[in-house]
Nanobody, 125 residues
Framework: QVRLTESGGGLVQAGGSRKLSCVAS????????MDWYRQVPESPRAPDRE???????????DYLDSVKGRFTISRDNAKNMVTLQMNNLKPEDTAVYFC???????????????WGQGTQVTVSS
């Protein structure tokens, strides 16, 4: 399988910045899409994990409306890495952020769909 390792979460003041990183590792795989999701587990009215940003292998990106202009997703295909630069953070950005990747396991000729363990980002007002 493909393992995703995240880093970069923590506590930040409103208006501040934070950068999340995620690296995919494993045996002989090809990554297509790499995304960042987030989830607020304590809120009963919160949606399931929502897609924050997505980057395809060819560099196409897409963002949740509420983060457009503040967050930037970037890929390094050679390193199987994706980053999420978060600027002008707001308290409502507080959540557990999850890295997600999909692609192909070359040795087994089948697709994979992997999630990271999640990293907490807390924005104080």
């Amino acid at each position: 399988q493909v393992r995703l390792t995240e880093s970069g979460g923590g506590l930040v003041q409103a208006g501040g910045s934070r950068k999340l990183s995620c690296v995919a590792s494993g045996e002989r795989f090809y990554v297509n899409g790499m995304d960042w999701y987030r989830q607020v587990p304590e809120s009963p009215r919160a949606p399931d994990r929502e897609l924050v940003a997505r980057a395809t292998r060819d560099g196409t990106t897409d963002y949740l409306d509420s983060v457009k202009g503040r967050f930037t997703i970037s890929r390094d295909n050679a390193k199987n890495m994706v980053t999420l630069q978060m600027n002008n953070l707001k308290p409502e950005d507080t959540a557990v952020y999850f890295c997600h990747a999909d692609g192909v396991l070359l040795a087994e000729s089948r697709t994979f769909n992997s999630w990271g363990q999640g990293t907490q980002v807390t924005v104080s007002s």
